[in-house]
């Protein structure tokens, strides 16, 4: 499967964004797709999940409430929402997409080793 993320930017402090990912390269009934960042200096972290065939979703605490997943079956894209923006979302954001996903937990799959088709990053920056 190949991934194409794009909608980064510079936004200040409290607006808003939106990252979309285009899925191509099969059918994705099976897939579970997920966003993931990584800031300068850091670890990359989860920061959210989608089940591509039921869009059942799992977010990481930090983004909870301020930021949505979802999937457009009918494009083959998945989106992220990001509201209220702080500083610290800032990173280069990364979508990824695992196959099999039925048989895990979602819970499970907040983690960058359950993913093996990945996107290039597209820059996110929140000044304050």
């Known amino acids: 499967v190949q991934l194409q993320a794009c909608g980064g930017g510079l936004v200040q402090a409290g607006g808003s964004l939106k990252l979309s990912c285009a899925a191509s390269?099969?059918?994705?009934?099976?897939?579970?797709m997920g966003w993931f960042r990584q800031a300068p200096g850091k670890e990359r972290e989860f920061v959210a999940v989608?089940?591509?065939?039921?869009?059942?979703?799992y977010y990481a605490d930090s983004v909870k409430g301020r930021f949505t997943i979802s999937r457009d079956k009918a494009r083959n894209t998945m989106y992220l929402q990001m509201n209220s923006l702080k500083p610290e979302d800032t990173a280069v954001y990364s979508c990824?997409?695992?196959?099999?996903?039925?048989?895990?937990?979602?819970?499970?799959?907040?983690?960058?080793?359950?993913?093996?088709?990945w996107g290039q990053g597209t820059q996110v920056t929140v000044s304050s």
């Open positions: 990824a997409a695992r196959d099999n996903a039925n048989i895990m937990a979602i819970a499970t799959m907040a983690s960058a080793r359950w993913f093996g088709s």
């Open positions: 390269g099969q059918s994705f009934s099976d897939y579970a």
């Open positions: 989608i089940r591509w065939n039921i869009g059942s979703t």
